[in-house]
């Protein structure tokens, strides 16, 4: 038995659409860290030709102002994917941190919590955001605080749902029985229980963040010019209708990052999903 669910396992992570994503977000991470190298063209000069159809010369075309679109879609990479990371991994610490004392603790402290969380959820993700957005101002640090604004209830629940099952099981009871202190006990016993599923929504929710960021930057509340961010480019490409390589090419690399890692959630779903696969 131990060695088939070993072998279901090791099936999981090298499933068609594990590689897939395996490659895809591999090739990003070179771009990211290579960029300078890759690119043929500076992303923010001028090749002096605007609105050039694909060729030769130009992969993906240029833009109204002449710039190589190939060259900035890569760049691009460089502006939208990090903030993406960084807004999901804050969401993520934000959101387990007080969920969890929320679960643990209970009474008061927990209704607080929660109806913060209620009332946030309310609303809309995207209107929400514009929001916070647009009191910040617009750039790309105040888009990741308005997406880290909206997107943490979503893991306070998720850690509190996980911490009220956890709590109340042997090992657990177990710890407190013998003496052990409160936040010892939510550290070490608790929170190492609830890692998988979080692990897993936070993958999938990348994807989503990575459309957030490029929402915002489209409407004027994200990057600003001549910032070679991808819903910035597609903001671009909006006023060019008739010249649509200028913005094809930022949207095709937010679809393939974003199916990367909606197919990375999944794989992982499977892969710790032990129900599943006894």
């Known amino acids: 038995m131990t060695l088939l669910l070993t072998q279901v396992r090791t099936s999981a992570w090298l499933r068609p659409q594990m590689l897939f994503a ?25 090749t002096g030709v605007r609105l050039t159809p694909p060729s030769a010369s130009h992969f993906l075309g ?51 919590i929660m109806r913060f969380a209620d009332i946030t959820m309310a609303f809309p993700a ?5 929001a916070v957005a647009a009191a910040l101002g617009p750039g790309l640090q105040n888009a990741l605080i308005a997406i880290v604004a909206v997107w943490w209830p979503i893991y306070a629940r998720l850690t509190r749902g996980q911490v009220l099952s956890i709590k109340q099981r042997e090992h657990v009871e177990a710890d407190v029985a013998i003496g052990s202190g409160r936040w010892r006990t939510l550290g070490k016993h608790i929170l190492p229980h609830s890692a998988t599923p979080i692990m897993v929504n936070a993958t999938m929710d990348l994807g989503q963040i990575i459309l957030l960021v490029a929402s ?50 999944d794989g992982l779903r499977d892969a710790f999903d032990v129900k599943g696969r006894r």
């Open 126 to 130: 995207i209107l929400l955001a514009m």
């Open 62 to 112: 240029t833009d109204s102002l002449g710039r190589d679109v190939f060259s900035r879609t890569l760049y691009g990479a460089r502006e939208s994917l990090p903030i993406a990371l960084a807004a999901i991994l804050a969401a993520v610490l934000i959101g387990c941190a007080l969920g969890a004392i929320a679960g643990f603790f209970g009474g008061l402290v927990d209704n607080i």
């Open 216 to 265: 915002l930057s489209f409407l004027g509340l994200g990057a600003l010019p001549p910032s070679p961010e991808w819903g910035a480019m597609i903001t671009d490409g909006a006023k060019n209708f008739y010249q649509p390589w200028v913005a094809a090419a930022p949207g095709l690399a937010m679809v393939t990052v974003t199916l990367a890692v909606n197919f990375l959630g």
């Open 22 to 46: 395996y490659v895809v977000l591999g090739l990003w991470i070179i771009v990211i860290l290579g960029v300078q190298w890759i690119a043929p063209y500076d992303p923010l000069a001028s």
